[in-house]
């Protein structure tokens, strides 16, 4: 077979488009066609085959390109980036490519890159076959725009790759660590370096304006002839990414981090997330976060009601607050420029003045008249200030006060003019932002609202949260503890984390180690609930059939995480027909269940609530270490902890004592969790660490 022939073109147009405002980018219109109409008509003479990977508009990809392309989404959803193109490429390759086994080859292309190389297969496919490699991939070299005496250096093109269709097993098993950037996986890989002279060609256009500009040179490109010849190949390397879209958007690591308690601190490897290579704490939380959204549906409720949910829009101020300027005491309003001058005499009295009461003003009685030279009113704390006064004598601060209350004296410097008047608008201004969108509404929040005048907010829907334990040796309350069994605790701190973070919770009571009472809970939990929450089952024993089946049914990654308690986790989507829920898969010993759920599982569910970023993030503060602490570097320790004023009176903080995953009587006993951070090693006693305290978490 002609090399050309095994090489299916595979066009990469699933990008959300960030960059261009969210657009379709294939779709858009770029001289004579479209940018993937570009991209089709130099990659066709070059291979044998073409198809185009697409998550959005597949009828207009399939009207531009013809019948015999296909159009083709990713086998995972949510627009997971390149590196799920590519997966979805091997996958058709294996059903639909007349090449199979070792010649079967797949030649990437952004669909954002409508100048790309007319000899770029032949030129890979020459590289690949002469270093026996895994993938062969463009590199050019570049220069700094912003300093041109800088040296030239290397950057890969990841996105422009021939790749072997055999390898879909590896890139399987890669993508079900959650890791998803190309060039990642390509370093697990042999790759071939292609070193092209013409740098531009593998110009990606990421603007509208860049589109405009590039419209003329398009349209020529596409009819001018196609000049063909291989040249050498360089041998294997690394380098930079490439700046296309496609796999800048693409990686997990472009999303940022999400924060407190990952603790990863100087040092942290990376790893993915096997026994050998634990996930590091904020590479797990950043791989779910990047994947996680908040559900769409709200519903408007009684401001009563809407205590501890989360606002779905920003509420904006329809008044000033307060409404009109007015007295933060109980005194006399009086003019700024009737008060003494504080300079005219050395006498304590020589510059007191007394001012001449005219009227009186209460908190909802305003006083009509206007105050003139000379006069002053008394005024109650909250009422509107009268006209032309702007200053407020507190009472207790007058010289003196005239016998029928009718005058006040005044000595120099007891206030300065303007003092203790509140002005309209100064707590909320109207028009302005009150509260944001994202806002998990507390007391304050729901005081701030009335103040408005706001009866009714409009919030998220409620999360639902099914949850279940499995394990054979589980009792529930009220059965015989049999021989080698335990009673099942962890719903019940499961529902007690869940009721607290305000979820609708689906209790699925206990699953036995049995794959059809498994795929049935789940199948069940799929169609009920958004998220799902189990224990148990997530590591290696022999008895567990809970990773099976949830793999069966989802796109689940079994991670070790470089962290102690909770070391396994399981998380990914699970799918029942047309129904999906976000799986976190809790290791079943107590303590590990809990620390698992508060690291992983909270901020993943305050964020499907509609949380912002920052609510989702626990707090970590600073406490003295009371005594020393063991701690072996190179993973995230959460010791439960005991903190309380030291003799300092500064927070200090002590261990509860025995820390096994199994002692759940740690946690009862703690009111925080120590974090020790991945690097750290040993603690002294009278060293600095960093605490989650309970409360505001649980
Ligand atoms: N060979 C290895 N073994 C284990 C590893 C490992 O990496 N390699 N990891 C250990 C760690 S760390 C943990 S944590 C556990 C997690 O195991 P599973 O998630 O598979 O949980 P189970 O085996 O089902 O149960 C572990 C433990 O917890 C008790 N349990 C489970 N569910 C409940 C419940 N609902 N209420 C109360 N107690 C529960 C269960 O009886 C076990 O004692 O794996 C280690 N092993
Ligand atoms: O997660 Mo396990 O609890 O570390 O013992
Ligand atoms: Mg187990």
Sequence with gaps: MAPANAITGWI????????????????????????AGHVLARLRPQVGAIAINANRNLTQYQALAGPDVAVVADHIGGFEGPLAGLQTALLYCSAHCTAQGDTALVLTAPCDSPFL??????????????????VALAVTMETDPENANAAPYRQRHPVFSL?????????????????RRMEGWYHTLSVAEVLFDDAAAFRNINTLEELQRHAPEATAATSAPMATGPKSATGTGTGAGSGSEAEAGAGVGAVTATGAGAGTGAGAAAGNGDDNNPLPVDQAL??????????????????????????????ISPINVPAYDNSAMDGYALRGADLPNVESGAHPDAGAVTLTVAGIAYAGRAFAGKVEQGQCVRIMTGAAMPAGCDSVLPQELAAAIGSDSDSVTIAAGVIAPGANRRFAGEDLALGGVALAAGKVLRPADLGLVASLGIAEVTVRRRLRVAFFSTGDELRALGQPLDDGCVYDSNRYTLFGMLARLGCEVIDLGIVRDDPVALEAALRTACRDADAIITSGGVSEGAADYTRDIMALLGDVAFWKLAMRPGRPLAFGKVSDGDASAWLFGLP??????????????????LRMMGATAVAARPLLLRARAATAMRKRPGRTEYQRGIVAPGPDGAPQVR?????????????????????????????????MVDILPFDGLI
Excluded at 13 to 32: F, I, N
Excluded at 117 to 134: G, I, S
Excluded at 660 to 682: P, R
Aim: proline fraction near 5%; include cysteine.
């Design 588 to 605: 079943g010993n107590p303590v590990a269940v809990m620390v698992s759920f508060y690291l992983f599982a909270r901020p993943a569910l």
């Design 655 to 687: 261990l509860t004592g025995a820390q096994g995953s199994g002692i759940l009587s740690s946690m009862t006993a703690a009111n925080c969790i120590v974090v020790l951070a991945h690097g750290q090693g040993n603690v002294a006693a009278g060293d």
């Design 286 to 315: 950043r791989l779910i976060a990047a994947r996680v959204a908040p559900v769409a549906e709200t519903e408007t409720v009684g401001l009563c009601a809407a205590l501890d949910r989360v606002l779905a829009t920003d509420i």
């Design 163 to 179: 790749i072997r269709a055999n390898l879909l097993p590896q890139l399987e098993a890669w993508l079900a660590t959650g890791a």
């Design 117 to 134: 190389p007319p000899d770029l297969a032949a030129r890979l496919h020459a590289a690949l076959v002469a270093n026996d490699a895994d």
């Design 12 to 35: 990469l147009a699933g990008g959300r488009g960030t960059r261009m405002g969210r657009v379709d980018k294939g779709l858009q219109p770029l001289g004579d066609t479209t940018m």
